[in-house]
């Protein structure tokens, strides 16, 4: 199955591969890299330790629970997050995200959205009431 940025991450042989930060560095621009940070960092100073695994086709970030959050750092000035959310709470996010102006979509159980600084600063509040909603959901 090819993979591309508005398709949910999916399991592949090419996540087993040895990836590390420095790889996602060298192939993604310094601003997107910043914006992984700081989503990654709204996770950690509302929900503790936090799970991140860089795979080839995407970093994978979770807390205590199954992963939640995809982000796919690029090398124009934003990113590609893809959230696990499902039930009432989707259609209410993606209308949020909507009326925000921030690009987003449905795609199975996720919402794929395209992420830029200005976005996430802008939008804080959003983008940490979407991720509360999905991290509550990936726990058992």
Same mark, same amino acid.
């Given at each position: 199955?090819?993979?591309?940025? #508005?398709?949910?991450?999916? =399991? ?6 040895? &990836? ?7 192939r993604? #621009? =310094?601003?997107?890299?910043? *914006?992984?940070d700081?989503?990654i960092?709204? &996770?950690?100073?509302?929900?503790g330790? &936090? ?7 995407h *970093?994978?970030v979770?807390?205590?629970g %199954? ?7 690029? %090398?124009?000035s ?8 499902? @039930? ?11 009326? =925000?102006? *921030?690009? #987003?979509?449905? %795609? @199975?159980d996720?919402v ?9 600063k802008t939008?804080?509040?959003? *983008? %940490?009431?979407?991720? =509360? ?8």
């Amino acid at each position: 199955e090819a993979h591309t940025p #508005s398709a949910p991450p999916s =399991a592949t042989k090419e996540q087993s591969v040895g &990836v590390e930060r420095a790889d996602w560095e060298k192939r993604s #621009s =310094a601003s997107s890299m910043r *914006i992984l940070d700081a989503v990654i960092a709204l &996770v950690q100073r509302d929900y503790g330790p &936090v799970r991140v695994t860089y795979n080839k086709p995407h *970093i994978a970030v979770g807390t205590s629970g %199954r992963n939640f959050l995809w982000l796919e750092p690029r %090398r124009a000035s934003h990113l590609y997050a893809h959230v696990r959310i499902d @039930g009432p709470e989707r259609l209410m996010f993606l209308q949020e995200l909507g009326a =925000a102006s *921030i690009s #987003s979509g449905p %795609r @199975g159980d996720q919402v794929t959205l395209y992420l830029s600084e200005v976005e996430l600063k802008t939008h804080e509040d959003l *983008i %940490r009431r979407l991720v =509360a909603a999905c991290e509550a959901q990936s726990r058992p």
